[in-house]
């Protein structure tokens, strides 16, 4: 192997390798000595410019760190403002808008308008002299000092604020206020508040003084729906921008900082004092004197009533956001943003929604300690005709009736019923109402009995809890957790019928423990009637442009109804609740001539109290609570929810062709189910007929009155001759507290409280 490689070429290599360490050696040791070289020389130049002692303390070292801290500020300064600029990227911010929708009801009669449509016909010059200085002394009196935010201005109201202990000024520029309008929304988080800073110091550079205080009055929310001043001198004063006084003048420039709170039309107090606190920023500000603004204070302004026109808000706002999603799918090319919007809306159902709520709460809220309520009414295909998200749309603005989730109660058991039939059950198959428990929760009936077998039919009817639970179990099969399993089933029956809601798994779900909107829950139930097909809900059924082309058209580009059960099911499921409004606990709901089936549901405490019912034509959903979810004073589902379900209903059948539902023909009434031999051995409880009214449960005063009166009347009648000697045998008792109670809404209770596990219904 040796002799492979001859020596002469052996001897080669070697001196190759040789030469080549000899050069990285010297390459690297002339590169060392080099550099020692620089760097002596480095060291000896800047030796000339040390400055030691004091000095360098005093100007060196504050120097450098100032340099450290400023280059590492930029670098942060750069990263926040980044963002805030992205919101810049499109070319046309100043012209671009955002909706502006004017709605139209069913019948294509304007009802409202939503969104932004600017009016920038009026030149800055021609407005008021004092309205301009109204704006400026309460809004920004420095606008014409500072580069975007006003540093003095927002320091004093971080003083005022910190000392008050809560929000007492705000501190935000014209500028800012404008940026937010522009580009931004109105939440209050540290993030949005960065954004508002860089964009106004943005705005600054590319626009004057008065082309941003030009913007801020034409496009700043003025309450009532409207944007800018003369939109809204318009509203509530039906006069242009021009012509206001400086008593209007200072109402308009107090709702900038809470239009809602302070427009004239709602609180016609708040807003006139707010008007005087306007006239005392002119005088402080050094725009007017006193003798200026004394006119008027003595004389404030009046601004137009309009009580009467009362615009469905609330569905408004729900069609207003529907709108908003629906321009977002059309394509990226379609640039317009003013449409005219044809909905669902019936005015009259709608009328009739408000005044029964209204009525309802006026007459039995305070009985009931009921404060608030949510009413939906939708079509079969998924069309909401009316909509009521709460009692005065002025005093809150929360939609409860697509924003809130609550329980709802023993109406979510069809879910249940309906998953049991999908399975192998019938209405007629019998199931015990007895104990049964899933580890430490343990489901009982309203009064701690039970009925023994029951029908299915009998278990809806009756709103039995136990029976929902116990096919819940069932349902789950032969698994190592059936009672799971078998939940599972539930909710993916109840995502077939349109419920959005986490529905999360708890053992209470089956009984109604897991929130739902009123919205989905009164639009899921027409898919009975529907003949097992599910719809969505919708507001919108036409869209136009400002020019009148079509552009949407719901018939033929809306989403179309999916099979979601069987319509066998969806028969059976109908023949079954309409034993509820017949002859179970929702019979304040049964309508004259109009087959009606649904399902009460009351949840623990009586927080909520539901009736979500159906005919052949409309469905609709009633829920009666309070914000804070504290208990109402014993309200089920089928007391004033299912009386103000009748109520709305009546009016909505008004002048339309009443249909069957299917399964149940034209409401031919059924025989009533008979009680097993069990049931009366354990005292079942019948549902007796039933008055609206407030909660029947006798107060101890009003027990002493009666008692009072009893024993004033039978001595007159000892008096006068004419007590009878029966009368005189049978002395009047004391009537206790809560003595006199009409059982129908115990036994609408009884089975219809849901609740968490740890909750004893």
């Not at 879910?415 to 929760?441: F, H, Q, R």
């Not at 799971?484 to 539930?490: E, H």
Request: with cysteine; net charge positive; aromatic share 10%.
């Amino acid at each position: 192997m040796r002799q492979i490689v001859p020596p002469d070429l052996k001897q080669k290599i070697r001196n190759f390798l040789l030469d080549l360490d000899a050069r990285i050696d010297s390459t690297l040791f002339s590169s060392g000595k080099g550099l020692r070289e620089l760097y002596e020389r480095y060291s000896t130049f800047m030796d000339r410019f040390y400055v030691g002692r004091w000095k360098r303390w005093v100007f060196i070292e504050p120097f450098s760190e100032a340099a450290t801290i400023g280059l590492g500020g930029l670098i942060v300064m750069l990263a926040l403002a980044t963002p805030a600029f992205r919101e810049t990227a499109d070319d046309d911010w100043l012209k671009k808008s955002d909706l502006a929708v004017q709605f139209l009801d069913r019948y294509g009669n304007p009802i409202g308008n939503r969104g932004i449509k600017h009016n920038d016909s009026i030149p800055l010059e021609d407005f008021p002299d004092n309205l301009i200085k109204a704006t400026l002394a309460t809004e920004d009196r420095r606008f014409y000092d500072h580069f975007g935010i006003d540093i003095p201005g927002t320091a004093r109201a971080l003083v005022t604020n910190a000392q008050a202990g809560g929000v007492r000024q705000g501190g935000s520029s014209i500028t800012q206020q404008l940026a937010k309008n522009l580009f931004l929304n109105n939440e209050r988080t540290i993030e949005r508040k960065v954004k508002e800073a860089f964009l106004a110091i943005w705005l600054e550079t590319r626009l004057t003084k008065n082309e941003i205080l030009k913007l801020y009055l034409d496009r700043a929310y003025m309450g009532g729906g409207t944007f800018g001043v003369d939109g809204a001198a318009h509203f509530y004063f039906n006069k242009s921008a021009r012509d206001v006084t400086l008593a209007e003048s200072a109402m308009l420039a107090g709702l900038f900082k809470a239009p809602t709170k302070y427009a004239p039309h709602i609180n016609l107090p708040a807003a006139r004092a707010r008007a005087n606190i306007v006239l005392d920023n002119l005088v402080d500000a050094g725009f007017m004197t006193e003798g200026q603004v004394f006119g008027a204070r003595r004389n404030p302004a009046f601004a137009v009533d309009r009580r009467d026109e009362n615009s469905p808000n609330y569905y408004l706002d729900y069609a207003f956001e529907e709108m908003r999603r629906l321009v977002d799918t059309f394509p990226k090319s379609y640039t317009e943003r003013v449409f005219v919007v044809r909905t669902s809306i019936d005015m009259n159902v709608q009328r009739a929604a408000e005044e029964t709520v209204e009525n309802q709460l006026r007459q039995f809220g305070r009985d009931y300690h009921a404060t608030q309520a949510a009413v939906v009414v939708a079509d079969l295909d998924g069309g909401v005709r009316a909509m009521v998200g709460g009692r005065d749309y002025g005093a809150s603005q929360f939609n409860r009736a697509t924003d809130a989730y609550r329980q709802p109660g023993s109406s979510f058991k069809p879910y249940v019923y309906t998953t049991a039939i999908l399975n192998g059950y019938k209405p007629t198959s019998i199931v015990v109402d007895g104990p049964v428990c899933i580890g430490n929760w343990c489901p009982q009936n309203y009064g701690h009995s039970y009925s023994g077998s029951v029908t299915l039919t009998q278990a809806i009817t009756r709103s039995i809890n136990v029976v929902p639970v116990k096919l819940s179990i069932a349902l789950g099969g032969k698994v190592a957790n059936p009672a799971k399993a078998g939940r599972a089933k539930i909710t993916e029956v109840a995502r077939r019928f349109g419920l959005t809601a986490p529905l999360p798994d708890t053992p209470s779900m089956p009984i109604g423990s897991d929130e739902v909107t009123v919205l989905e829950h009164a639009v899921a139930y027409a898919t009975f009637p529907n003949k097992g097909k599910a719809v969505k809900p919708h507001a919108v059924l036409e869209v136009r442009t400002g020019a009148g082309d079509l552009v949407w058209r719901f018939d033929r580009d809306g989403k179309k109804p999916v099979q979601a059960i069987p319509a066998s099911v969806a028969a059976d499921m109908s023949e079954m609740m309409s034993h509820v409004v017949s002859e179970g606990t929702a019979r304040r709901a049964a309508i004259d001539g109009i087959p009606t089936a649904g399902k009460t549901g009351t949840t623990n405490a009586y927080r909520d109290a539901w009736f979500v019912g159906f005919t052949g034509n409309f469905t609709c959903a009633v829920w009666y609570g309070n914000d804070d979810y504290s208990p109402t004073n014993r309200m089920t589902g089928g007391s004033l929810p299912a009386q103000t379900w009748h109520d709305i209903m009546v009016v909505a059948h008004q002048g339309v062709e009443v249909k069957e539902i299917p399964g149940f023909g034209m409401g031919t009434k059924l025989p009533r189910p008979a009680q097993s031999t069990s049931a009366a051995a354990n005292g079942a409880a019948r549902v007796p007929e039933t008055k609206p009214g407030p909660p029947p449960v006798l107060t101890k005063r009003g027990a002493d009155i009666l008692v009072r009166v009893e024993k004033l009347l039978d001595e007159a009648g000892r008096a006068a001759g004419k007590t009878s000697s029966n009368d005189q045998k049978q002395p009047s008792k004391p009537i206790t507290s809560g003595a006199l109670a009409f059982p129908e809404n115990y036994v609408a209770a009884a089975g219809e409280q849901a609740a968490p596990a740890e909750r004893k219904n």
